[in-house]
């Protein structure tokens, strides 16, 4: 099943700019998702377990940097193939 993911992500720190390309630029780097991003927040489609798989890997990746962080994501099913 494919869905779609709106993320955005909120650093905690006022140099909050790198931690975001890094999270959209590992994303990037994941196989099989596609990643579109805009001024607001990142979209992530593609296989359910591909896309949550990456979300899991690359969300503990930020959370185990110093700073603290906030995601917010909205999750679409059922996206056509």
Do not use: C, W
């Not at 905690?12 to 790198?18: F, I, S």
């Not at 596609?34 to 990746?61: C, D, W």
């Amino acid at each position: 099943m494919r869905i779609a993911v709106d993320i955005s992500l909120y650093p905690l720190d006022a140099d909050y700019v790198p931690p975001i390309k890094s999270f959209i630029e590992r994303l990037n780097r994941q196989p099989g998702l596609r990643v579109a991003t805009n001024a607001m927040s990142t979209q992530i489609s593609g296989e359910h377990e591909r896309v949550f798989a990456a979300l899991a890997a690359e969300t503990a990746t930020t959370f185990a940097g110093d700073a603290r962080a906030v995601f917010v994501m909205k999750v679409l099913g059922g996206q056509p193939t």
